[in-house]
C-alpha cells in the first residue's frame, strides 16, 4: 500500500502530532540505511518486540482495572490472554533465532512461516470477538490505546530500507511503506477517536482497515516470492519473508500480533457505536 486512505489524513487539530513522528521515523531509516550492522544485530529487533509486550499487558491489566470484575476475574481473565501470549511469542522468538523458518530445498513438509502468520489469527479472532470478558475490557478501555499502540508499525522501514541498499526485493518496500504509514498515521487517527465524535470512529475504521489491507498486500507479495511452495515469482533478491532472523520476527510474530490488535480495535469501535445509539 502506498497511498493513505483520505479519510485517515488528520484534521487540523491532529495533524500536529506527526510534526514530531515524521522526522523522527526518518532519522530512525537514515540510521539503518548508513549503519545497517544495527539492525543485522537484532537489538532494536528485541527492544521494540518487548516494548509491545509489555505495553499490552499494561494495558490490558489497566482495562481490566476500569471494569466491575472482581479481584480474581482480573487476574484471571489478564492470565488467560497474556500467558498464551507470552508463550507463542516465545515460540515464535526461539524457532526464529534457531533458523527454523529459513526456506532452502527442499521445502519442510509443512509451510512453517504461513503457518506461523495465519494459525494465531485463525484460533485467536473467533476467540477474542466472541469473548464477553474481552468486551467488558473493550468497553472499560479508552478506544485510543488499540490504535495509539501500533505506532511501533514504523518500524517495518527496516524493509523499506533494505529495499534502497539493494538487499531486499520489491516487495519488501511495498511492506516497508504501508506499514511506516500505517505507524504514522496511529496517533493521529487516535486522537481523532478520542475526541468522541463520530468523525473521530470513521477515521479510526478507515485507519483499521488501511492497517488490514497492507497486510493483505505485504503477506500476498511474500508469498508468492519467498522460495517455497506458494512462489509464483523468483525475485533475483531476497524476498520479505526469506526466515531470518531478525526480520523474520516481523511476519512470524508482529503481524498476527497487529492483526489482532486491529480486529480488536474495530470490535471496540461498533461496541462503543452501539451503546451510544442505545442511549439516544
Do not use: C
Amino acid at each position: 500500500m502506498t497511498i493513505a486512505p483520505a479519510a485517515i489524513v488528520p484534521s487540523q487539530p491532529t495533524w500536529r502530532s506527526l510534526l514530531g513522528i515524521v522526522p523522527l521515523t526518518l532519522l530512525w531509516m537514515l540510521l539503518i540505511y548508513w549503519q545497517p550492522l544495527v539492525t543485522a544485530s537484532g537489538v532494536p529487533t528485541a527492544a521494540v518486540r518487548l516494548l509491545t509486550y509489555a505495553l499490552i499487558g499494561v494495558g490490558l491489566s489497566l482495562g481490566l482495572e476500569a471494569t466491575t470484575l472482581t479481584s480474581i476475574q482480573r487476574r484471571t481473565t489478564w492470565l488467560a490472554i497474556m500467558v498464551p501470549f507470552t508463550i507463542w511469542a516465545a515460540i515464535a522468538w526461539s524457532l526464529a533465532i534457531n533458523g527454523t523458518f529459513r526456506t532452502g530445498s527442499p521445502p519442510p513438509p509443512l509451510p512453517l512461516l504461513p503457518l506461523a502468520i495465519f494459525l494465531p489469527v485463525i484460533i485467536g479472532a473467533p476467540l477474542l470477538l466472541l469473548s464477553k470478558r474481552v468486551g467488558q475490557v473493550l468497553d472499560a478501555m479508552p478506544t485510543s490505546w488499540l490504535i495509539a499502540l501500533q505506532l511501533y508499525r514504523v518500524f517495518g522501514s527496516v524493509f523499506l530500507v533494505g529495499w534502497l541498499r539493494g538487499v531486499l526485493a520489491g516487495a519488501g518496500a511495498v511492506a516497508g511503506i504501508g506499514d511506516v504509514l500505517t505507524g504514522l498515521f496511529a496517533i493521529p487517527a487516535a486522537i481523532a477517536v478520542a475526541a468522541g465524535t463520530a468523525e473521530g470512529r470513521r477515521a479510526a475504521v478507515a485507519w483499521n482497515i488501511f492497517g488490514l489491507a497492507d497486510f493483505v498486500v505485504a503477506l500476498t507479495l511474500g508469498l508468492i516470492t519467498t522460495p517455497g511452495r506458494f512462489q509464483l515469482i523468483v525475485p533475483d533478491l531476497p524476498s520479505i519473508g526469506a526466515g531470518d532472523y531478525p526480520n523474520v520476527l516481523t511476519p512470524a510474530f508482529v503481524v498476527p500480533s497487529s492483526i489482532l490488535l486491529h480486529v480488536l480495535s474495530l470490535r471496540q469501535l461498533r461496541r462503543r457505536s452501539r451503546a451510544e445509539v442505545a442511549q439516544r
